[in-house]
């Protein structure tokens, strides 16, 4: 067990992970300067996100919001709009309020102290550690999902990663193996270790540069670990939508604030009863939400999209409001709009109701 070897051993565990860091680090944005604010960012970004992704999401809103004031300054309609296709919207929401704080508690620079960001909106353990350890290096292990990988070879864990035991032997390692030298690029270097080369499917052993302190890799059991947990269990959920048009304006909806899209924009729609068809769905879904009797629904596409453990199939139907078209009576949202079809680009919405207006874009949808 390397975290259990000699203090000689593990410093040259060190040293090896961060020689190869040196050489092999990506060139993330965030590591010109390892500003507080950018890391912190970064961090809320990279949660449940690639990495490409993440950059290129990152740089866009860094061009829309340098810096704390400029996010607590923005209306939080711009917020979600910047972070529209990363999902998981209440991380952006939490931004947005713990900038606020930021700004009024602590002029605008970010706490350095641990205590301080875990009472802010959104930044639990692992995020107050990652900020402390990379942006102010700071002595604080790091624990991702890339580390719980390579320590779980490193040790040849033979339990899954979720059981109290195997977490309490993983933070023991994390505690232990700590450069508290230089716990910024020490960290960073065993996640990148993770992610480029004790990767989940076809690890790159032969390259890993601390291979030899490796039992999994002696044991040859790396492709075994860690152990899997019992997946759980996939849920689908089907819904049905109705894109409503009236003199070339769409009608669309803010989801109410502690709805899980809550801020977001939609066609109105729901989930289908029990063996109901989706153009009945439209009818009775659309009546209850906003009071109109819509007609004519033409059925226009089936779009599908995943997050966590769901999956959610949007079919979606043109319809016809009333005329001449009475005042909504909302009942699931917060307000409406009517808007032409190039203004729909400035509403957030959800990924399915966002793969529909990017379908309307793509065949020339002239708005008529």
Known sequence: MIDKKSETVKA?????????????????PWRRTYEPYQVWIAEIMGQQTQMERVVTYFQGWM???????????????????????????????????????????????IPSSHRQLLDLPGIG????????????????????????????????????????????????????????????????????LGALICTPKKPACPQCPVQPYCRAYRADTVEFRPLPSARDKRID??????????????????????????????FPGGRLLEGEEP??????????????????????????????RYRVTLHAFFCRPPEPVPEPVLTAASRFAWVPFAGLADYPFPAGHRQLITALRDGDFSGK
Not at 63 to 87: M, N, Y
Not at 238 to 261: N, S
Not at 281 to 286: H, K, N, T
């Open 125 to 192: 353990p692992y995020t107050a550690a990652a900020i402390l350890s990379i942006a102010y290096n700071q002595a604080y292990p790091l624990l991702d999902a890339n580390v719980e990988r390579l320590f779980a070879r490193l040790d040849d864990i033979n339990r899954p990663l979720k059981t109290l035991k195997t977490r309490r032997k993983l933070e023991s390692m994390a505690a232990a193996l700590l450069d508290r030298n230089d716990p910024r690029h020490f960290n960073q270097a065993l996640m990148e």
């Open 279 to 308: 153009v009945h769905c439209v009818l009775r879904e659309v009546e209850e939400e906003t009071g109109w009797q819509v007609s004519d629904p033409v059925f226009y596409r089936t779009v599908e999209h995943h997050y966590t």
């Open 12 to 28: 040259e565990f060190r040293h090896r992970l961060l020689d190869w860091f040196t050489i092999h680090q990506r060139p993330l």
């Open 237 to 266: 959920i089907v819904m049905a939508c109705g894109i409503i048009q009236h003199h070339e304006r769409f009608f669309i909806q803010q989801r109410l604030a502690d709805d899980i899209w809550g801020g977001l924009w939609e």
């Open 63 to 109: 061009d829309r919001f340098p810096d704390v004031a400029a996010v607590a300054a923005a209306p939080e309609q711009a917020i979600l709009k910047a972070w529209e296709g990363l999902g998981y919207y209440s991380r952006a929401r939490n931004i947005h309020k713990a900038a606020g704080r930021i700004l009024t508690e602590f002029n605008g620079e």
